[in-house]
T-cell receptor, first 108, second 116 residues
Framework: RKEVEQDPGPFNVPEGATVAFNCTYS??????FFWYRQDCRKEPKLLMS???SGNEDGRFTAQLNRASQYISLLIRDSKLSDSATYLC?????????FGQGTELSVKP | EPEVTQTPSHQVTQMGQEVILRCVPI?????FYWYRQILGQKVEFLVS????????KSEIFDDQFSVERPDGSNFTLKIRSTKLEDSAMYFC??????????????FGDGTRLSIL
């Protein structure tokens, strides 16, 4: 089983759509969880940390279920500028383990 | 907002040559990391560094790789004898001390290494 596994994508959605990304991780000892965003050939940029209580940042909502080792990201009212690859990232012992990413393309 | 900076942005090197990638972490950060991303693949952990020594390294980080903090600001990754498969984006990241290793890491904008 892959350490961090994401929806394969790509997701092609119209502006204004709601889109959900799913991620699972294999190491139950993982300590912290994040969604990063990566634009083509650029560095990963932190989108948000993910907590068991769920957290929201504007149009973005992230959720963690430790029991099922599942992480999600919901983007509401998607914008053209949301087009990017979304990386599910798990911190295990201080090092970051990345999923392969899910590409999102938002069309006018 | 303070940034992690990396130089050069693009390095082209002949196979078998040595290459040094440079990173200037955020000034009060004390944990340093290198990651790489082969084109079309996921970001992979290479090595973590704290208190002037390697904390952890991955299987990728073999004897051809080394890291160093030669002065108070730079953090370098050296590849002694480059191979074609070393072609990738290399990202440096850092963390401040005192906030826990579970905090999000700050990434530099990367060096694209092309081995010919």
């Amino acid at each position: 089983r892959k350490e961090v596994e994401q929806d394969p994508g790509p997701f092609n959605v119209p502006e204004g759509a709601t889109v959900a990304f799913n991620c699972t991780y294999s190491n139950s000892a993982s300590q912290s969880f994040f969604w990063y965003r990566q634009d083509c050939r650029k560095e990963p940029k932190l989108l948000m940390s993910v907590y068991s209580s769920g957290n929201e940042d504007g149009r973005f909502t992230a959720q963690l279920n430790r029991a099922s080792q599942y992480i999600s990201l919901l983007i509401r009212d998607s914008k053209l500028s949301d087009s990017a690859t979304y990386l599910c990232v798990v911190n295990t012992g201080g090092k970051l383990i990345f999923g392969q990413g899910t590409e999102l393309s938002v069309k006018p | 907002e303070p940034e992690v900076t990396q130089t050069p942005s693009h390095q082209v090197t002949q196979m078998g040559q040595e290459v040094i990638l440079r990173c200037v972490p955020i000034s009060n950060h004390l944990y340093f990391y290198w990651y790489r991303q082969i084109l079309g693949q996921k970001v992979e952990f290479l090595v973590s560094f704290y208190n002037n020594e390697i904390s952890e390294k991955s299987e990728i980080f073999d004897d051809q790789f080394s890291v160093e903090r030669p002065d108070g600001s730079n953090f370098t990754l050296k590849i002694r004898s480059t191979k074609l498969e070393d072609s990738a984006m290399y990202f440096c990241a850092s963390l401040p001390s005192g906030q826990g290793l579970d905090q999000p890491q700050h990434f530099g904008d990367g060096t694209r290494l092309s081995i010919l």
